[in-house]
């Protein structure tokens, strides 16, 4: 059992609109609790130790969420409890109280699409997001594992992934509701006291992460859970780019040895960062995405813009060695070309 203690504790009922059963049903009702303070959380988790390794489900909320946005919402997902920090009453103490926790390699943290959430971890709080299970890419190598061909950005939303009955069959209609209330004023997750909706549409961007994780865990083969963990590594620092080329990061997790022992030795996967010249990113990504498409489609890596977010003036590749300098290679020839 968790300890913690003075915690504010909101208990709300699933959505009358969900339909819930089976393995699902006891993460619909678990007690949320609003934390505004760090005596609120767990000690397992603020003290993290080899002998309390921790599995949560993760995420972050904001307004804009990058290195220059605010974040005001931390969400953590245990067995038995949701813990919702307020950055925003809260303030940096309760955010940096977390820090040990999130770059720890005892507790595993459960993430769909890392990227911007440790961007803005690192830029706003100098916190590396470390050792995650990004639930997107864990989906795509278990796709790749079942033998379907790899496509070009085709990245399962979380909406599509809680729809996905062979992880959760869970409609999730109130998240597009929170879009809209989020086009109609960025500031939404910055007000408070929060309502009732605020309190439930954070929860549920956390509530059936771990019981997707075990399902997910289940089908990966060995080879597959380590490229998830590379993988992850890298998408955690993907927009994190600093001066001495990730030095400050953990090390990325070696090869396993019953995977070496195998005789087929995965090749080593890397992020590789291309600046663009001011002016020319238009020209990198073509009319519609057609120039950037051709090259992800030419070569096994993802590819990233920095985009509105920014940083606007680079690309970020992920992806084996090979497939990784190809892609810079064809990037590079395209901007010599303008």
Not at 143 to 172: K, M, T, W
Not at 315 to 336: C, D, N
């Amino acid at each position: 059992m968790l300890r913690s203690h003075g915690v504010t504790q909101q208990t709300l009922p699933p959505d009358p609109g969900e339909k819930i059963q089976g393995e699902e049903a006891q993460f619909s009702t678990v007690p949320i609790h609003v934390v505004t303070n760090p005596s609120e959380l767990p000690v397992e988790f603020l003290e993290p130790s080899a002998e309390t390794q921790l599995v949560i489900g993760f995420d972050c909320e904001g307004v804009d969420l990058c290195r220059h946005g605010t974040l005001c919402i931390m969400q953590l997902a245990f067995p038995d409890a949701i813990y919702l920090v307020d950055a925003v009453q809260g303030g940096e103490a309760v955010v940096q109280a977390c820090k040990p926790a999130l770059e720890s390699n005892y507790i595993t943290k459960v993430i769909h699409d890392c990227k911007r959430d440790s961007e803005a971890l690192y830029f706003q709080f100098g916190i590396k997001l470390h050792n995650v299970v990004d639930t997107q890419i864990a989906y795509s190598l278990i796709n790749e594992q079942e033998g379907h061909a790899r496509v070009p950005d085709c990245h399962i939303s979380f909406v599509g992934l809680l729809a996905d009955p062979r992880y959760c069959g869970v409609s999730y209609d109130e998240k597009e509701e929170v879009r809209v209330l989020l086009r109609q004023d960025p500031k939404y997750w910055t007000y408070r006291p929060l309502s009732e909706q605020m309190i439930r549409a954070a929860a549920d961007d956390v509530r059936f992460l771990l019981h997707i994780y075990h399902k997910m865990v289940q089908k990966l083969n060995d080879k597959s859970l380590w490229n998830l963990a590379v993988r992850g590594a890298l998408y955690c620092r993907c927009f994190c780019i600093n001066d001495n080329h990730f030095a400050d990061w953990p090390p990325l997790p070696p090869i396993p040895e019953n995977i070496v022992a195998d005789g087929s030795i995965p090749e080593e996967e890397v992020l590789s960062v291309v600046d663009v010249p001011p002016g020319k990113m238009g020209r990198v990504i073509g009319r519609r995405g057609a120039s950037i498409l051709s090259i992800k489609q030419s070569c096994d890596a993802e590819i990233f813009i920095g985009g509105a977010k920014g940083p606007p003036d680079k690309v970020f590749i992920i992806g084996p060695e090979k497939q990784a300098r190809k892609a810079q290679a064809i990037l590079m020839g395209k901007l010599l070309d303008f």
